[in-house]
């Protein structure tokens, strides 16, 4: 597995988050564990969890508590967190993008264009993981990953012809098909673990003196 240049480490991704706007709920700045939210390693899972929870229930005209620029960075980031066995936020990540694709999120406007970069992120940035979910026996049994991948990549695939989504949505969700079309085409999609530790291992070996 080698870097991609193109794709921005953690800690870039982090420090983006952390310029934009705290999320506002009920007229005051959020936090979690009176911690500005997304502002600390230490407490990303709860921050998560939290705002997950709440932004899954919202009421279409609520979603400016987040923001949707920062929404899908969020995404991004736990999505590379995840790619890097720092953290494993699949489970957040396969619902972030059902949740997009949701009848009642995609005839709402407002809530897809608020969700569909989030769930295109998750896949750009964490496409092997998930392409890995179908053989992780510490998958969720309720994963059907083979066939939720296909569905995926047809939901994507209409979502990004569609003259009604936005050309910035569209433009990310051809991203996002990019990127599943590298991890089908490579011979060694299955060992996402085992080359990511392999590469971990070859610069810990590049920095010996």
């Not at 699949?90 to 264009?113: F, M, P, Q």
């Not at 608020?114 to 994963?143: G, H, T």
């Not at 990953?145 to 949505?169: P, Q, R």
């Amino acid at each position: 597995m080698t870097k991609d240049p193109d794709m921005p480490p953690p800690e870039e991704l982090l420090a983006a988050i952390k310029t934009l706007p705290n999320p506002i709920r009920d007229g005051k700045e959020h936090r979690v564990y009176s911690q500005k939210t997304f502002s600390d390693l230490r407490y990303f899972r709860a921050d998560l969890s939290d705002f997950f929870t709440g932004l899954k229930f919202a009421d279409p005209t609520r979603l400016d508590i987040m923001g949707r620029e920062k929404w899908a960075r969020v995404n991004a980031f736990s999505a590379r967190l995840t790619s890097n066995l720092i953290q494993d936020f699949r489970k957040y990540a396969v619902e972030t993008i059902e949740d997009a694709l949701d009848e009642n999120t995609l005839k709402d406007s407002r809530a897809r264009e608020f969700f569909l970069p989030a769930a295109a992120n998750q896949m750009i940035f964490a496409s092997y993981p998930l392409w890995n979910l179908r053989n992780d026996p510490q998958a969720l049994e309720r994963m059907e990953a083979a066939l939720e991948w296909d569905c995926w990549k047809s939901a994507f695939e209409e979502l990004a012809e569609d003259a009604e989504v936005s050309m910035e949505t569209r433009a990310i969700l051809h991203q996002a098909l990019e990127a599943m079309a590298t991890v089908a085409q490579d011979p060694e999609r299955d060992n996402w673990q085992g080359k990511l530790v392999e590469y971990q291992a070859s610069l810990m070996a590049a920095r010996e003196p």
